[in-house]
């Protein structure tokens, strides 16, 4: 039988990491995909397949793709998971990082289907896994363009799937809440850089009371999961959010409603 080929993005730490690990123990020949080619090294295997690439790099990317089609002749499985999350109040936070918000966020994982989707036509098969957020479908203080950026990865991803619904292709959306990886320190470092005046110190306080379960979450392995569940299924599941807590989350966003919702977030966040 061919063996399956895939490639992850975002593949250094995290989510992406135990993603790559988990799909090349089942089989699949792994590219791994990250800015930070020494932490890719400590994964290296007879499966995985390290990659040095920045998302904003368009012709990286299509180097990319060129590699794994003229080596492995096929791609089967694309991960988007490449992220970081640019907390701070919108008033706050400079256009210039909004930016790099949605390059990386949104416009990454854009390039990437653009530059897979050619090939997996081609041989009538593939899936693409988009990794979003609890935020895809909802937003608090102090998240917006962290948030902003998860919409649009969830519009993107519903629009293509009917779009290429017709050449044999799935597309998946993933949705994890608060998972325990470098993701939330990154966030608050970013989060210290950016100046607020006194007036919005309790959105900044209220953003650490909302991550301040993070040490007690489930770690990655349950979201890594989930991808190969996707990836093997014969009918994967359009949306899948995980753990419960982010299920919950966005079925209490469609219950409430925008006001009783955002009241709730400002109770949790001691507002």
């Given at each position: 039988?061919?063996?399956?080929?895939?490639?992850?993005?975002?593949?250094?730490?995290?989510?992406?990491?135990?993603?790559?690990?988990?799909?090349?123990?089942?089989?699949?020949?792994?590219?791994?995909?990250?800015?930070?080619?020494?932490?890719?090294?400590?994964?290296?295997?007879?499966?995985?397949?390290?990659?040095?690439?920045?998302?904003?790099?368009?012709?990286?990317?299509?180097?990319?793709?060129?590699?794994?089609?003229?080596?492995?002749?096929?791609?089967?499985?694309?991960?988007?998971?490449?992220?970081?999350?640019?907390?701070?109040?919108?008033?706050?936070?400079?256009?210039?990082?909004?930016?790099?918000?949605?390059?990386?966020?949104v416009f990454g994982y854009a390039r990437f289907m653009q530059t897979v989707l050619p090939?997996?036509?081609?041989?009538?098969?593939?899936?693409?896994?988009?990794?979003?957020?609890?935020?895809?479908?909802?937003?608090?203080?102090?998240?917006?363009?962290?948030?902003?950026?998860?919409?649009?990865?969830?519009?993107?991803?519903?629009?293509?799937?009917?779009?290429?619904?017709?050449?044999?292709?799935?597309?998946?959306?993933?949705?994890?809440?608060l998972i325990k990886t470098e993701f939330v320190p990154r966030q608050l470092a970013l989060?210290?850089?950016?100046?607020?005046?006194?007036?919005?110190?309790?959105?900044?306080?209220?953003?650490?009371?909302?991550?301040?379960?993070?040490?007690?979450?489930?770690?990655?392995?349950?979201?890594?999961?989930?991808?190969?569940?996707?990836?093997?299924?014969?009918?994967?599941?359009?949306?899948?959010?995980?753990?419960?807590?982010?299920?919950?989350?966005?079925?209490?966003?469609?219950?409430?409603?925008?006001?009783?919702?955002?009241?709730?977030?400002?109770?949790?966040?001691?507002?």
């Open positions: 039988m061919t063996q399956r080929i895939a490639l992850v993005t975002g593949a250094s730490s995290g989510i992406g990491r135990a993603t790559a690990e988990l799909l090349a123990k089942n089989g699949y020949y792994v590219f791994a995909a990250a800015r930070r080619l020494d932490r890719l090294e400590q994964i290296r295997s007879d499966h995985i397949e390290p990659v040095e690439l920045d998302v904003t790099d368009e012709e990286a990317i299509r180097m990319t793709v060129n590699h794994v089609i003229s080596t492995k002749g096929r791609i089967d499985v694309l991960v988007n998971n490449a992220g970081f999350g640019q907390l701070g109040a919108i008033e706050c936070v400079s256009m210039e990082a909004a930016h790099r918000q949605f390059e990386v966020n090939h997996m036509r081609e041989q009538r098969s593939g899936c693409i896994v988009n990794m979003t957020s609890v935020m895809g479908k909802m937003s608090t203080p102090g998240f917006g363009w962290y948030a902003a950026s998860k919409h649009a990865v969830e519009a993107l991803t519903d629009a293509v799937r009917g779009e290429v619904m017709e050449f044999g292709i799935e597309v998946v959306l993933i949705a994890p809440g989060l210290d850089t950016v100046a607020h005046p006194p007036a919005y110190q309790k959105v900044i306080k209220g953003l650490y009371h909302l991550l301040a379960n993070e040490p007690t979450s489930p770690g990655p392995a349950i979201i890594a999961q989930a991808v190969l569940d996707a990836v093997t299924s014969a009918n994967p599941p359009v949306r899948h959010a995980l753990p419960l807590d982010a299920k919950l989350a966005a079925a209490a966003r469609w219950l409430f409603g925008a006001r009783l919702f955002a009241w709730v977030i400002r109770r949790q966040m001691k507002f």
